[in-house]
C-alpha cells in the first residue's frame, strides 16, 4: 500500500510504502540517541506542536492501514476521536489525523504486489 501523508496542505510532504508487518513511526528526531522516526516532523515545529519523539505508528495489517497512539502526551486523533494508547485504530482514505497540535491528511493507494503480501 501506498501512502501520501500531507501536512499543511503540502500533498508530497511524506510519501512511502507500507508493508504487514512494517510499522512507521510518526514522531520527531531524538536528539540524545540520534534517531528519527520514519515520519519525522521536527522540521515542522513538531517540538512547539506538542508531538512527541515517538508519538504514534502507522501499520499495514488485513488489508488496512491502522494507526496507533504509542502514549504520546498530547494524543493522537482521528478525525477529531482520539486514539487511546496501544488500541489500533483503522484508518481510511481522506482521514485526519492530528498528533498534538498538527494534522496531517491521508491518502492510499492500493498496489497488486502490496496485496499479495498480507
Same mark, same amino acid.
Given at each position: 500500500m501506498k501512502i501520501e501523508i500531507a501536512l499543511n496542505g503540502d500533498r508530497k510532504a511524506f510519501i512511502?510504502?507500507?508493508?504487514?508487518?512494517?510499522?512507521? #513511526?510518526?514522531?520527531?528526531?531524538?536528539?540524545?540517541?540520534?534517531?528519527?522516526?520514519? /515520519?519525522?516532523? %521536527?522540521?515542522?515545529?513538531?517540538l512547539e506542536h506538542g508531538v512527541s519523539r515517538n508519538h504514534a505508528a502507522l501499520s499495514y495489517r488485513h488489508n488496512m492501514v491502522q494507526i496507533t497512539d504509542l502514549g504520546s502526551h498530547n494524543g493522537t486523533y482521528?478525525?477529531?476521536?482520539? #486514539?487511546?494508547?496501544?488500541?489500533?485504530?483503522?484508518?481510511?482514505?481522506?482521514?485526519? /489525523?492530528?498528533? %498534538?497540535f498538527l494534522t496531517l491528511t491521508i491518502q492510499m493507494t492500493h498496489s497488486p504486489q502490496t496485496e499479495s503480501l498480507t
Open positions: 512511502s510504502d507500507i508493508h504487514a508487518p512494517d510499522k512507521l #513511526v510518526i514522531g520527531r528526531f531524538d536528539p540524545d540517541t540520534g534517531v528519527a522516526p520514519a /515520519i519525522d516532523l %521536527g522540521p515542522h515545529k513538531a482521528v478525525n477529531e476521536l482520539q #486514539v487511546f494508547p496501544s488500541q489500533p485504530r483503522r484508518l481510511k482514505d481522506g482521514d485526519m /489525523i492530528r498528533v %498534538g
